[in-house]
């Protein structure tokens, strides 16, 4: 079957020959294209394996605003590809399966927040970068996970905020900034599927284990951290800290760079609730696999695309939260 053909069927990955080294020919794909792979560490260890770049969500931000590369392959879910396709409009951007969405960002449809918007004049906006291309063309700063407290506290403690989508992240950052922001009723279902009672019966088995925590997880998760954290933050407590074990309840992708970064320690990922067998892992992110990725890279497709007239709405909020980060040393 040719592109074309493969196109018109709708489908996201062509039958692969299964003799072929898949990792050996993303990498010579790789180099023959001048493509760099970007990946979050919600993918899966083989994505990671291939990856020029791996990160949470401001890295690959970053890393998109600086690559010469012609080529950039996202290896995560679309809001990051429609970041890093703003941030880069005459590079083409690619993401493995374009079906790869977010159930955060989809829990803020951008009619409704320009509503909300709207109806709140002399508000900051300021979004999750978990929202899509249109929440952000009407937002003031976009922000992730390891950067909303400094972005928040670098406006005036008076200032009138809107902060959305994620209520769990928001309520954290009003939490630790005394902040009074309005905030938008969205959550991550990942994320939200994380409990105390599965924590607790995790720390009696391992009472000398540091819990690690996603601000993206519901309060009563939240307040049995010892570190609370991006992915890259808790990463970062993970490598520096003296202890040994770790319960980690973020996406379970995190934990492959944790074990190559410290081998020595034990990393325990939570289950979600109700499944005490199973890892918690986003289908979304999950949705690209080494194979999607090497039909990706042949054929340069599926691409991501954003409305000339929203990108260049978008584009200065997302530039605006890399100003701000370049200058706190973010
Ligand atoms: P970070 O990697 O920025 O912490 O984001 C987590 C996440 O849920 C990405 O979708
Ligand atoms: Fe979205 Fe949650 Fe998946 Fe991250 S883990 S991509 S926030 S659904």
Known sequence: MNKEEWMEKGYVTEPIDKSLDL???????????????????????????????????????????????????????????ETAKILCPDKKVL????????????????????????????????????TSAAVKAVTDVVVTSTNAKQIVESFPADQRIIFGPDKNLGRYINKITGRNMLLWDGACHVHEKFSAKNIMALKEQYPS??????????????????????????????????????????????????????????????PPEGEPFKCNECNFMR????????????????????????????????HRMLDISAKLGL
């Open 23 to 81: 990792k050996k020919e993303i990498n010579r794909l790789k180099e023959e294209k001048n493509a760099v792979i970007l990946g979050h560490y919600y993918q899966s260890d083989d994505i990671q394996d291939v990856a020029n770049f791996i990160g949470d969500s401001l890295a690959l931000a970053q890393w998109a605003s600086k690559t010469d590369a012609d080529i950039i392959v996202m290896c995560g879910v679309h809001f990051m590809g």
């Open 95 to 130: 993401i493995p399966d374009l079906n790869a969405g977010c159930s955060l960002a989809d829990s803020c449809q951008a009619e409704a927040f320009s509503k909300f918007v709207k109806e709140h004049p002399g508000y900051t906006v300021i979004s999750y970068v978990n």
């Open 209 to 270: 284990a540091a819990v690690l925590v996603h601000p993206e997880c519901k309060e009563e998760v939240v307040q049995l951290a010892d570190k609370i954290g991006s992915t890259a933050g808790l990463l970062k407590y993970a490598v520096s800290s003296e202890k040994n074990v770790f319960i980690v309840a973020t996406e379970s992708g995190i934990l492959y760079e944790m074990r190559k970064k410290c081998p020595e320690k034990i990393f325990i990922p939570v």
């Open 287 to 318: 949705l690209n696999t080494l194979e999607k990725l090497y039909n990706t890279i042949k054929y340069e497709w599926p691409e991501v695309n954003v409305e000339k007239s929203i990108a260049e709405k978008a584009v200065k909020s997302i």
